[in-house]
């Protein structure tokens, strides 16, 4: 090669190799991907969710989450508007209560197969954990805690009262209407209604106590109302005496911090365990968690463990693979779990519980106790709910208001819940 030739072709690669240059990415960048995080929650939890989300991408700085966070009200209208524009998140926390009518929509996507290519890891959960969130053999979603419905209460109440603390594992209904009258007899402190936000939960509890289920194959697995009316009719007996905060202030939708239990106006409040910590929280005084009371009568246990909520993926969504990363992290990575602290259940991996068990503060120990109670006083939990059932809560809902507000006879209000009902659901 000539000199003259030697001299234009380095020439050339001088005036190109500024563009080559430009047009390069540097070795240490990375393409930004982003993922769509949204959950239903509370203060508490939308704080460690947020811290969560922070650490994993200080772990993957290649990945942008952006969180969307609502109150469960208005959660899934906001996801069913999402969904019908096709604009769902790419993980969003599901519900058992909702999870067959999203499979049987199309709306969620098999996660079997980020667990068979290991993005995620559950070789240290027991299959029973996973139960929940399996329709037909696919996993639709994965438990992100193990949860219990229960009621929580003030100790120190029933102390001014004179009453010592039940054993919640053998009380039954007549010793809660008991004690419930006495503490407002001495003390003046009133009981709530049960599960304002979702009456259903509360009369399940009785019902499985018959031996039947809320939820048939088409229409509701029960003809005996004597266990749902019973569960109205306790809170009819309270609310003449006087002793039941009244229904049009106790269903008033608004913040744990605002509600009569955290102001001190009720001696017990009834929730799942896993809402403990920001129930104590919002109190400000320590609780005690217990079982639910048991009917008089009973043939089988009320009780059951279920999943506190899972993670979802959308069969929409638009970055999956992030997604399954950010749920592998968010179940197995120790520190994460050490900051969030059980807030939405008792961790599944068998090696996060161990080592969450001996890391907890007395709050959430309480919780790590209750589930070990509610473990050997639980009976098998039923199928998912039918895809009918959201509509079924809201009637539910709106019944049991009518009942306690005494705009509709008791007979009447349950007369109503079983026609409606079984109109709905078959």
């Known amino acids: ?82 969904a019908v524009a096709g604009s769902l998140p790419d993980l969003i926390q599901h519900d058992y209560a909702y999870m067959l009518q999203w499979v049987v929509d199309n709306q969620l996507a098999d996660l079997t197969p980020y667990v068979k290519d290991g993005t995620i890891d559950l070789s240290k959960v027991n299959e029973s954990f996973l139960t929940g969130g399996m ?58 209604p049960f599960f304002t936000t979702d009456p259903r939960v509360g009369f399940e509890h009785l019902i499985r106590q018959t031996g039947a289920k809320l939820f048939g194959t088409t229409g509701l697995g029960f003809t005996d109302v004597a266990a749902l009316r019973e569960f109205y009719a306790i809170q009819l007996r309270l609310l003449d005496a006087g002793a039941l905060v009244r229904p049009e202030v106790a269903f008033v939708s608004v913040s744990p911090e605002e509600g009569e239990f955290a102001k001190g106006k009720s001696w017990v409040e009834f929730i799942w365990s896993n809402q403990f910590v920001a129930t104590q929280a919002a109190a400000g005084r320590p609780l005690e968690l217990g079982l639910m009371p048991i009917l008089k009568g009973a043939k089988a246990k009320g009780t059951y463990l279920k999943p506190s909520m899972f993670f979802s993926i959308p069969a929409s ?110």
Request: hydrophobic share 45%; net charge negative.
């Open 1 to 82: 090669m000539t000199k003259k030739r030697m001299f234009m072709l380095a020439l050339v690669a001088l005036i190109l190799l500024p563009g080559l240059l430009f047009a390069m990415p540097a070795a240490e960048e990375k393409a930004e991907s982003t993922m769509r995080l949204a959950w239903w929650g509370n203060p508490t939890r939308d704080e460690r969710t947020l811290k969560a989300a922070d650490m994993f991408m200080a772990k993957y700085p290649g990945v942008k989450i952006e969180s969307e966070t609502t109150g469960w009200a208005g959660y899934w209208d906001k996801l069913a508007t999402q």
């Open 317 to 426: 969504a638009e970055n999956p693979k992030d997604a399954a990363r950010f749920l592998n992290y968010f179940l197995n990575d120790i520190e994460v779990n050490d900051m969030l602290m059980g807030e939405r259940g008792i961790p599944i991996p068998d090696d996060v519980r161990a080592h969450m068990a001996t890391k907890v503060d007395a709050i959430n120990k309480q919780i790590f106790d209750f589930i070990s109670l509610a473990s050997t006083n639980s009976g098998s939990i039923d199928p998912p709910d039918p895809p009918a059932a959201g509509e079924f809560l809201k009637m539910a809902r709106d019944v049991t208001l009518e009942i306690l507000l005494k705009r509709i006879s008791l007979d009447a209000g349950v007369a109503k819940i079983m026609n409606e009902g079984n109109n709905i659901l078959r």
């Open 135 to 192: 329709v037909d053999g696919k996993i639709y979603g994965i438990s992100l805690g193990t949860n219990a419905v229960c009621l929580t209460y003030d100790p120190a109440v029933l102390a001014r009262a004179g009453i010592a603390k039940p054993n919640t594992a053998t009380w039954t209904w007549e010793d809660f209407e008991r004690i419930a009258l006495e503490v407002y007899r001495k003390t003046g402190v009133q009981t709530l």
